[in-house]
Protein backbone atom coordinates (compact mmCIF):
# COMPACT_ATOMS: atom_id res chain seq x y z
CA UNK A 1 0.00 0.00 0.00
CA UNK A 2 1.18 3.39 -0.66
CA UNK A 3 0.07 6.25 0.57
CA UNK A 4 1.27 9.89 -0.55
CA UNK A 5 0.87 12.95 1.80
CA UNK A 6 2.40 16.83 1.44
CA UNK A 7 0.40 18.08 -1.66
CA UNK A 8 -1.05 21.80 -0.77
CA UNK A 9 -1.31 25.47 -2.18
CA UNK A 10 1.77 27.23 -3.25
CA UNK A 11 2.52 30.21 -5.15
CA UNK A 12 4.47 30.35 -8.29
CA UNK A 13 7.91 30.15 -7.58
CA UNK A 14 7.82 28.13 -4.57
CA UNK A 15 8.62 24.52 -3.82
CA UNK A 16 6.87 21.75 -1.97
CA UNK A 17 7.69 17.72 -1.14
CA UNK A 18 5.18 15.00 -1.72
CA UNK A 19 6.18 12.34 0.45
CA UNK A 20 5.27 8.27 -0.60
CA UNK A 21 4.81 5.82 2.28
CA UNK A 22 5.50 2.28 1.53
CA UNK A 23 3.31 -0.02 3.83
CA UNK A 24 4.68 -3.47 3.64
CA UNK A 25 7.81 -4.94 1.75
CA UNK A 26 9.10 -3.28 -1.60
CA UNK A 27 11.80 -5.25 -3.28
CA UNK A 28 15.23 -3.48 -3.71
CA UNK A 29 14.73 -4.28 -7.58
CA UNK A 30 11.43 -2.59 -7.67
CA UNK A 31 10.67 1.15 -9.43
CA UNK A 32 9.16 3.87 -7.47
CA UNK A 33 7.85 6.67 -9.15
CA UNK A 34 5.62 9.89 -9.57
CA UNK A 35 2.76 10.39 -11.84
CA UNK A 36 0.27 13.59 -11.91
CA UNK A 37 -3.10 14.10 -13.48
CA UNK A 38 -5.57 17.18 -14.44
CA UNK A 39 -8.94 16.75 -15.38
CA UNK A 40 -9.58 15.72 -18.81
CA UNK A 41 -5.52 14.69 -19.44
CA UNK A 42 -4.15 11.11 -19.55
CA UNK A 43 -1.92 10.61 -16.51
CA UNK A 44 1.50 11.43 -17.04
CA UNK A 45 4.66 10.32 -16.06
CA UNK A 46 7.03 12.79 -13.72
CA UNK A 47 10.10 10.52 -12.40
CA UNK A 48 11.17 7.38 -11.25
CA UNK A 49 14.40 5.79 -10.04
CA UNK A 50 14.99 1.98 -8.74
CA UNK A 51 14.36 1.53 -5.19
CA UNK A 52 17.83 0.22 -4.42
CA UNK A 53 20.42 2.06 -6.38
CA UNK A 54 20.44 5.43 -8.05
CA UNK A 55 19.35 5.93 -11.19
CA UNK A 56 16.24 8.48 -11.24
CA UNK A 57 14.68 9.72 -14.71
CA UNK A 58 12.69 12.58 -14.99
CA UNK A 59 10.04 14.07 -17.27
CA UNK A 60 11.27 17.10 -19.57
CA UNK A 61 8.82 19.11 -17.82
CA UNK A 62 10.47 19.04 -14.17
CA UNK A 63 14.01 18.00 -14.91
CA UNK A 64 16.03 20.48 -13.02
CA UNK A 65 13.48 21.38 -11.14
CA UNK A 66 12.63 17.72 -9.47
CA UNK A 67 14.15 15.56 -6.91
CA UNK A 68 13.30 12.14 -6.39
CA UNK A 69 14.97 10.37 -3.70
CA UNK A 70 14.41 7.85 -0.61
CA UNK A 71 14.40 7.28 3.03
CA UNK A 72 14.64 4.07 3.63
CA UNK A 73 14.76 4.23 7.15
CA UNK A 74 11.11 5.47 7.14
CA UNK A 75 10.19 2.99 3.94
CA UNK A 76 9.18 6.41 2.11
CA UNK A 77 10.15 8.05 -1.15
CA UNK A 78 10.04 11.88 -1.68
CA UNK A 79 9.80 14.02 -4.61
CA UNK A 80 10.96 17.76 -3.88
CA UNK A 81 9.77 20.00 -6.40
CA UNK A 82 11.22 23.78 -6.77
CA UNK A 83 10.41 26.62 -9.08
CA UNK A 84 7.04 25.90 -9.10
CA UNK A 85 4.79 26.86 -11.94
CA UNK A 86 0.30 26.54 -12.95
CA UNK A 87 1.60 24.19 -15.50
CA UNK A 88 2.60 21.96 -12.44
CA UNK A 89 -1.00 22.18 -10.66
CA UNK A 90 -2.27 18.18 -10.85
CA UNK A 91 -3.25 15.58 -8.53
CA UNK A 92 0.22 13.76 -8.20
CA UNK A 93 0.48 10.23 -7.61
CA UNK A 94 3.07 7.32 -6.07
CA UNK A 95 3.33 4.60 -8.18
CA UNK A 96 5.83 1.03 -7.81
CA UNK A 97 6.52 -1.42 -10.60
CA UNK A 98 9.14 -4.13 -11.03
CA UNK A 99 10.75 -2.68 -14.27
CA UNK A 100 11.51 0.95 -15.79
CA UNK A 101 8.45 2.07 -17.19
CA UNK A 102 7.01 5.40 -18.24
CA UNK A 103 3.65 4.21 -18.83
CA UNK A 104 1.48 4.43 -16.17
CA UNK A 105 -0.65 1.19 -17.43
CA UNK A 106 2.32 -0.76 -16.47
CA UNK A 107 2.77 0.15 -12.97
CA UNK A 108 1.10 -2.45 -10.36
CA UNK A 109 0.99 -0.42 -6.93
CA UNK A 110 -0.93 2.95 -6.57
CA UNK A 111 -1.10 5.84 -3.59
CA UNK A 112 -4.39 7.35 -3.44
CA UNK A 113 -3.31 10.57 -4.67
CA UNK A 114 -2.37 14.05 -3.38
CA UNK A 115 -3.46 17.73 -4.99
CA UNK A 116 -0.75 19.99 -5.73
CA UNK A 117 -2.03 23.92 -6.84
CA UNK A 118 0.13 26.74 -7.54
CA UNK A 119 -0.97 29.89 -7.55
CA UNK A 120 -0.03 32.51 -9.99
Known amino acids: QLIESGGGLVQTGGSLTLSCSVSGRIFSSYIVGWFRQVPGKEREFVAM????????YYADSVKGRSTISLEKAQNTFLLQMNSLEPEDTAVYYC???????????????WGQGTQVTVSS
Open 95 to 109: AAVSEYSRNPSDYKY
Open 49 to 56: RRWAGHSP
